[in-house]
């Protein structure tokens, strides 16, 4: 059962265009959710994180946006660039169930020039 | 430079055959993960280790067993019983203590059937 649902599954932008990506959960006890990057033959790195007590996160041209009530957040890329072309992830810490991480499935985003 | 090193990066396995990942970081980091991701699947936990000579199942364990001798070192063993192990493995690890801290991950190994 998948714990953390994200969309799309891939995602195609223009250069200087906004990519946005989606996450849903449903486990309230939730309390940490990071956003990683991961470019092909490489281990994901850690994009952007937030906690559950802020709506919103911003570094850079990356934004988490966070509805609490809604149990949603989403990345937005601003300015996307072809070198934000990657694989990403939107990820969940279950505060009552250690310290692993559940993971979405994976968005591939392609930004053409 | 600390980090996190995984080796090989690339792995053969015969049928019936026992192949063991290494995962060595100099983080000082005490808790340390393996993930198996296939393409589409996202990551999918293996085993975690929060302390030296603890670790706990994770999701998808069977077919897999680790060891955590020494707190830099956490190496996955991919036994003859894990049926498809066809995939991208992945080791993280993650300072404990102030939480929530990020997992800091290796740049994985890639493990194939002959």
């Known amino acids: 059962q998948q714990q953390v649902k ?3 599954q891939s995602l195609i932008v223009q250069k200087g265009g906004i990519s946005i990506i989606n996450c849903a959960y449903e486990n309230t006890a939730f309390d940490y959710f990071p956003w990683y990057q991961q470019f092909p033959g490489k281990g994901p790195a850690l994009l952007i994180a937030i906690r559950p007590d802020v709506s919103e996160k911003k570094e850079g041209r990356f934004t988490i946006s966070f509805n609490k009530s ?6 937005h890329i601003m300015d996307s660039q072809p070198g934000d072309s ?4 939107c990820a969940a810490r279950d505060n009552q169930a250690g310290t692993a991480l559940i993971f979405g499935k994976g968005t591939t985003l392609s930004v053409s020039s | 430079d600390g980090g996190i090193t995984q080796s090989p990066k690339y792995l053969f396995r015969k049928e019936g055959q026992n192949v063991t990942l290494s995962c060595e970081q100099n983080l000082n980091h005490d808790a340390m993960y393996w993930y ?3 393409p589409g ?6 085993y975690y ?3 030296v000579n603890d670790f706990q199942k994770g999701d998808i364990a069977e077919g897999y067993s680790v060891s955590r001798e020494k707190k830099e070192s956490f190496p996955l063993t991919v036994t003859s019983a894990q049926k498809n192990p066809t995939a991208f493995y992945l080791c993280a690890s993650r300072p404990t203590g ?3 801290q990020p997992q800091h991950f290796g740049d994985g190994t890639r493990l194939s059937i002959l």
């Open chain 1, 70 to 75: 809604a149990k949603q957040f989403s990345l």
């Open chain 2, 98 to 100: 102030v939480s929530p």
């Open chain 1, 6 to 8: 994200q969309s799309p």
């Open chain 2, 36 to 38: 198996r991701q296939d």
């Open chain 2, 41 to 46: 699947q996202g990551l999918r936990l293996i």
């Open chain 1, 86 to 89: 990657a694989t990403y992830f």
């Open chain 2, 49 to 51: 280790s929060q302390i």
